[in-house]
């Protein structure tokens, strides 16, 4: 059984499918049973996404300041919100 660090850890592969088959099952296994993580790995995922959709929108400029605070706003760094 993994740990929750580990599973954050792997998150950010796990949620792009670079992990291996047996990786992805022991990453599931934990989801099944630990809500924590599951945001985790939903929040990777969906800011993945939004990271990857503006990036190829925008061909190798820079990432945006509203693309940054919209980042921080969904890992919830930004606290004084
Ligand atoms: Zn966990």
Redesign the pocket.
């Known amino acids: 059984m993994?740990?929750?660090r580990e599973?954050?850890e792997q998150a950010q592969d796990f949620a792009d499918g670079r992990l291996g088959p047996l990786a992805r099952a022991r990453i599931r296994l934990?989801?099944l049973?630990?809500r924590?993580?599951?945001s985790?790995v939903d929040q990777t995922r969906q800011t993945g996404k939004l990271i990857r959709s503006t990036l190829s929108r925008q061909q190798g400029s820079k990432v945006s300041p509203e693309l940054m605070a919209a980042f921080r706003r969904k890992t919830g760094d930004d606290a004084t919100d």
Do not use: A, K, P
Request: glycine residues 0%; aromatic residues 8%; neutral net charge.
């Open positions: 993994l740990s929750c599973v954050c934990h989801l049973m630990c924590n993580c599951t985790f």
